[in-house]
């Protein structure tokens, strides 16, 4: 009978809102947008015939329609705390209906996904996540993750002509930062750096950093940290066009633009931009523009010339118990490092071409069972592509001629292979919640400066992490990874978190966090296979290598307080990074230098932040001081001190709303950082890079309804350019003292963004 009634109705209307077919139902089951989890507890509200009736959504999100309300055109109301109400008319119920609520957590109320069993409140966390959400990026004016960066503590950042923008995070290199993009790893690593100023903003809608490891759930180079780049996914309107046009007094010249399409269950996204950087010099005056190489030594530019080109698209598909997307992106950028005119003549010059290519390709598929059980597999495609020519230029004529010089050209290509699949549990009312993955890594290298020409790493691991919550205020999360790697012999990385929140009621929530993590990094393919032997170079890889391990302990002390109407988050923070085996660069003889398993390097440090939200006005204060200790200066010096640098940082931020005006300011003092290094005779020497300040302001202005957003602003208000202090190469070269380049002076910039919907 069931079946006949079914399909007697089968044409039945079907009303399409936000993403979701709202087919009618017997069932309705309210679901997050973000991942198609279930919400329970959520409250819907039928009105039918002038009467309202009111129901709660089960453990599992559901609300079975009674036989009164099928069939007929009613309007239903559903809300949840941090959701986004909804509101359907004439909505007629004859099938099973999944009805999704967009997020409405703003800024205080962060989300996090990474590492997480389902996206979730960051002060429900059980790790220690910081989150740079969309309205900080833009009020930045950030235009790549080095400048998102610029304003955290624990985060070093450095800058090289050629090889990009690298970072520290809790003292520890940049090779020990794992950086994702959608819970992908990117490859393509120089010097054990991803260029930071290669990852664009414009399609990220927020970023999370998880300092220490997650090792467990990541693997490899996930020591130091993990920062997630989480992509723009859902839209509320059915097209939106958005174009964003970036212009800097140092000569910089960004464009993008962005389409998106809703087709019922369907979400489609096309992206593409254009950062163009002419150079610059200390000498350059401001707004300044100069297109063409001059025949002098002015010719040499501080900061190189760069273009970046890019584009990606999207796809998305979301219905009740399923998720897909697909995201792939292509990136180019060339770089030209123009060489010093020649003596004695001055006619000719030795210029670089850089040329990086990066092709980003993942597919992500859920499926949401029953019993809270979510399968979620992963399968991802990453390519980097380098190629380094040097070219003689007639400084007379302006032409240029290919070096004869081998070793002046280089061209590598690095493949990563990802496959990753977990199951997780996520009853609300279970005591424990677990979840069970597998992770493959495939990497392939090719370059004549690669042994052989060709080689390649596998690594294949198995892990399961549980939340244990044997009463509401505690959480208990042990973990563990077991790995097979094709080169080196993988540890087994266990860790332990742990949540327990001393106080919780509507005014004040404090917790208490700690965890113990053992991390590993994996030696790269450059790390084991390198081979570069020219009239100045000797420097060959070491199969023999064994991978980095760490031990990493964290305690921190949470406070949220809600007051009517302010809202303020305070955090203190104890860690410590104890690290074996340290992959150094080292003289292996006279002539010869390889990578060495040599140190034992540590760092420890605390950090205290307080974040006050006001209405429309928010604003935070933080310190950080890292100490570094290698163990290579106790053995020369027998000294045991931890060298240490502080750190202090401010931000304000403002929406004045009714006028449609935003202001930032964003403040960061990065102190002296001593250290100790040792030459190539193996001689020890201190070295010193000395303090510096940066300062940001921004000011945005709505029109139109808010299509038109204009901004403007200085960076670098105090005029850094380079900061003194003493430098020395990897082992390979001779130590120098000098400059240390931070950034090009004080720049003024303007950027128009242009938002344009339809419902």
């Known amino acids: 009978m069931f079946i006949a009634i079914c399909k007697y109705f089968f044409n039945t209307f079907i009303l399409l809102l936000f993403f979701t077919t709202f087919a009618c139902g017997q069932t309705v089951t309210v679901i997050s947008l973000e991942d198609s989890q279930p919400i329970p507890g959520a409250r819907v509200n039928i009105q039918l015939n002038e009467k309202t009736f009111n129901f709660t959504t089960s453990i599992d999100g559901e609300l079975k329609i009674e036989d009164a309300f099928k069939l007929k055109p009613l309007t239903m109301t559903i809300s949840f705390s941090s959701f986004e109400t909804k509101r359907l008319e004439n909505l007629v119920l004859s099938k099973d209906t999944a009805i999704a609520l967009a997020s409405a957590v703003k800024q205080f109320d962060e989300v996090a996904i990474t590492a997480q069993y389902k996206s979730q409140l960051v002060e429900k966390a059980v790790h220690n996540i910081k989150v740079i959400d969309r309205q900080k990026i833009e009020s930045m004016a950030a235009q790549d993750l080095k400048d998102v960066l610029t304003n955290e503590l624990n985060v070093r950042l450095g800058e090289d002509n050629i090889l990009g923008s690298s970072m520290q995070l809790q003292g520890i290199g940049g090779e020990n930062v794992k950086i994702l993009v959608d819970g992908v790893p990117m490859t393509g690593r120089l010097n054990g750096n991803i260029d930071l100023s290669q990852i664009p903003l414009e399609s990220v809608e927020r970023i999370e950093i998880v300092e220490g490891p997650l090792s467990v759930s990541y693997g490899t180079d996930a020591l130091a940290g993990t920062i997630n780049i989480i992509t723009k996914k859902n839209q509320a309107n059915k097209f939106i066009a958005t174009s964003n046009n970036y212009f800097e007094s140092s000569g910089k010249v960004n464009n993008t633009v962005s389409l998106g399409w809703q087709l019922k269950k369907h979400q489609f996204r096309l992206e593409g931009g254009r950062y163009f950087f002419d150079g610059w010099n200390p000498t350059h005056e401001t707004f300044h523009y100069e297109p063409n190489p001059i025949a002098d030594s002015s010719r040499v530019m501080q900061w190189n010339p760069k273009e970046q080109l890019f584009g990606g698209i999207n796809?998305?598909?979301?219905?009740?118990?399923?998720?897909?997307?697909?995201?792939?992106?292509?990136?180019?950028?060339?770089?030209?490092?123009?060489?010093?005119?020649?003596?004695?003549?001055?006619?000719?010059?030795?210029?670089?071409?850089?040329?990086?290519?990066?092709?980003?390709?993942?597919?992500?598929?859920?499926?949401?069972?029953?019993?809270?059980?979510?399968?979620?597999?992963?399968?991802?495609?990453?390519?980097?592509?380098?190629?380094?020519?040097?070219?003689?230029?007639?400084?007379?004529?302006?032409?240029?001629?290919?070096?004869?010089?081998?070793?002046?050209?280089?061209?590598?290509?690095?493949?990563?292979?990802?496959?990753?699949?977990?199951?997780?549990?996520?009853?609300?009312?279970?005591?424990?919640?677990?979840?069970?993955?597998?992770?493959?890594?495939?990497?392939?290298?090719?370059?004549?400066?690669?042994?052989?020409?060709?080689?390649?790493?596998?690594?294949?691991?198995?892990?399961?992490?549980?939340?244990?919550?044997?009463?509401?205020?505690?959480?208990?999360?042990?973990?563990?990874?077991?790995?097979?790697?094709?080169?080196?012999?993988?540890?087994?990385?266990?860790?332990?978190?742990?949540?327990?929140?001393?106080?919780?009621?509507?005014?004040?929530?404090?917790?208490?966090?700690?965890?113990?993590?053992?991390?590993?990094?994996?030696?790269?393919?450059?790390?084991?296979?390198?081979?570069?032997?020219?009239?100045?170079?000797?420097?060959?890889?070491?199969?023999?290598?064994?991978?980095?391990?760490?031990?990493?302990?964290?305690?921190?002390?949470?406070?949220?307080?809600?007051?009517?109407?302010?809202?303020?988050?305070?955090?203190?923070?104890?860690?410590?990074?104890?690290?074996?085996?340290?992959?150094?660069?080292?003289?292996?003889?006279?002539?010869?230098?390889?990578?060495?398993?040599?140190?034992?390097?540590?760092?420890?440090?605390?950090?205290?932040?307080?974040?006050?939200?006001?209405?429309?006005?928010?604003?935070?204060?933080?310190?950080?001081?890292?100490?570094?200790?290698?163990?290579?200066?106790?053995?020369n010096s027998n000294s045991t001190d931890f060298l240490f640098s502080p750190e202090v940082k401010f931000n304000l931020q403002y929406d004045w709303k009714k006028a449609g005006i935003q202001t930032g300011v964003f403040y960061k003092y990065t102190g002296v950082l001593p250290n100790i290094r040792t030459n190539a005779e193996g001689e020890l020497y201190e070295s010193e890079v000395s303090d510096y300040h940066i300062t940001d302001l921004t000011v945005s202005k709505f029109v139109w309804k808010k299509r038109l957003k204009f901004t403007v602003g200085v960076k670098n208000l105090f005029d850094v350019t380079s900061i003194t202090g003493t430098a020395s190469g990897d082992g390979a070269h001779s130590v120098t003292s000098g400059s240390v380049s931070v950034g090009m002076g004080r720049v003024y910039h303007m950027g128009v963004r242009l938002n344009l919907s339809s419902k």
């Open 315 to 635: 796809y998305r598909y979301n219905r009740k118990n399923t998720l897909f997307n697909y995201s792939g992106q292509v990136f180019n950028e060339s770089i030209i490092n123009r060489g010093t005119p020649r003596a004695p003549y001055q006619e000719t010059a030795f210029d670089d071409y850089y040329e990086t290519n990066r092709i980003n390709q993942r597919a992500n598929f859920q499926y949401r069972l029953k019993n809270d059980y979510r399968l979620s597999i992963i399968a991802a495609y990453n390519g980097y592509f380098r190629r380094k020519n040097t070219q003689i230029r007639d400084l007379t004529e302006i032409t240029d001629v290919v070096s004869g010089n081998p070793s002046d050209h280089d061209t590598s290509a690095y493949h990563s292979f990802i496959a990753r699949g977990r199951l997780v549990q996520t009853k609300s009312n279970k005591k424990i919640n677990y979840e069970i993955g597998y992770d493959i890594l495939y990497e392939v290298a090719n370059g004549e400066r690669i042994l052989d020409k060709q080689q390649s790493i596998g690594d294949y691991a198995l892990y399961a992490t549980a939340e244990y919550t044997p009463f509401k205020s505690l959480i208990i999360r042990p973990g563990i990874r077991y790995g097979y790697n094709s080169e080196y012999t993988a540890p087994v990385t266990p860790s332990i978190n742990v949540k327990y929140d001393f106080l919780e009621n509507d005014k004040q929530l404090l917790s208490l966090r700690t965890s113990y993590a053992r991390g590993f990094r994996a030696p790269s393919i450059k790390e084991l296979h390198y081979v570069f032997v020219d009239i100045n170079h000797n420097i060959v890889g070491n199969p023999d290598l064994e991978a980095e391990t760490s031990n990493h302990f964290n305690l921190s002390l949470h406070q949220n307080l809600n007051l009517k109407e302010v809202k303020l988050k305070n955090k203190l923070v104890l860690f410590y990074n104890d690290i074996h085996d340290l992959i150094t660069l080292a003289q292996a003889s006279a002539t010869e230098y390889s990578y060495f398993n040599l140190d034992r390097y540590t760092t420890t440090g605390a950090q205290v932040e307080s974040n006050i939200n006001y209405k429309n006005l928010t604003t935070g204060i933080g310190m950080g001081y890292v100490g570094r200790y290698n163990e290579l200066v106790e053995e």
